[in-house]
């Protein structure tokens, strides 16, 4: 199988009401201007969407109204994966029907599974639907590493999984991927600090938080790389590094929601047990930002 979903994917933000219930009418809002402001596709209830702490029905309605908003315009992937293998089936199957483009299933995290484990998760859940799928390799927040040999088993028995958003932050990682898997299986990166790099070993591009401040920016970069023009794209890199950086101060997505909001944008808070960011973090990122010209 072989998919496009594009060079730079925003993990989306769930925008929430002032009582924390879904905001859809400002998810679709968000959506809009994310696809207009150089996001190729979006990832909703992903781990930025905070999905441990959405329902399935939030779920479902975040993939219907994404879809009817931008579906056709940029590429809608739903994230369905979770530590829970028959759970992840059915929110799966259930994504399709809103029809989206594609998921992205996040190594289970807590259980811990062996990479056998791991190898039947993906493959079950792959297995259960038509979509092109993306693996999620975070060891930071799953505590489990989904090994390059694992996914490479998966790419050659398992015909549309794709992709995957590597987040390990071992360069040697990327490096045996590219050189393992047919060079239609696109790598993303999922630190946006480390888009330059994993460009440089052949990946496709960047599963971005970042974006949703400065997608603009990330896009022209990236295409700069991919164009040849590398001292460019440095230059780019190398001016958003402290951005980057800036939205991961405490834990994600509490930064870049805050940066949001800081813009006008109303996305409200985080579901407990994530928390607002301390008085102290909060004057950082607003210096940040304004000494970016963000705000």
Avoid: W
């Avoid at 479902?60 to 994404?66: G, R, S, T, W």
């Avoid at 696109?186 to 400065?214: E, R």
């Avoid at 790389?225 to 440095?234: F, L, P």
């Amino acid at each position: 199988m072989s998919v496009d979903f594009g060079r730079v994917l925003t993990a989306m933000v769930t925008p929430f009401n002032g009582d924390l219930k879904v905001n859809i009418l400002q998810a679709k809002k968000l959506a809009r201007y994310l696809v207009e402001n150089g996001s190729d596709g979006l990832v909703v209830c992903g781990t930025t969407g905070e999905s441990p702490t959405l329902s399935t029905e939030e779920k479902i309605e975040l993939f219907k109204a994404v879809v009817e908003e931008v579906g056709g315009q940029a590429a809608v992937i739903a994230g369905t994966g979770s530590y829970n293998t028959a759970a992840s089936v059915a929110l799966t199957q259930a994504a399709e029907k809103c029809g989206v483009d594609g998921i992205m299933l996040v190594a289970p995290y807590y259980n811990k599974p062996s990479q056998e484990g791991l190898y039947m998760h993906f493959k079950t859940v792959a297995e259960s639907t038509q979509l092109p799928v993306m693996l999620y390799n975070i060891p930071g927040r799953t505590s489990i590493n989904v090994l390059p040999s694992t996914v490479v088993r998966l790419a050659q028995d398992v015909p549309n999984i794709v992709a995957i958003k590597e987040a390990a932050g071992v360069m040697d990682n990327v490096s045996e991927l590219r050189s393992s898997l047919p060079d239609e299986f696109a790598i993303y990166s999922g630190d946006d600090s480390l888009t330059m790099p994993i460009l440089a070993l052949g990946g496709k591009g960047i599963v971005s938080v970042a974006a949703h401040i400065v997608g603009p920016q990330i896009q022209e970069m990236v295409q700069a790389y991919v164009s040849g023009n590398v001292s460019k794209a440095t230059r780019i890199h190398t001016e958003l590094f402290p951005v980057f950086k800036g939205m991961f101060i405490t834990t994600n997505p509490v930064p870049v929601k805050t940066a949001l909001n800081l813009k006008g944008m109303n996305v409200g808070g985080v579901r407990l047990p994530l928390v607002d960011m301390s008085a102290e973090d909060n004057n950082k990122l607003r210096n940040l930002l304004t000494d970016k010209g963000i705000l």
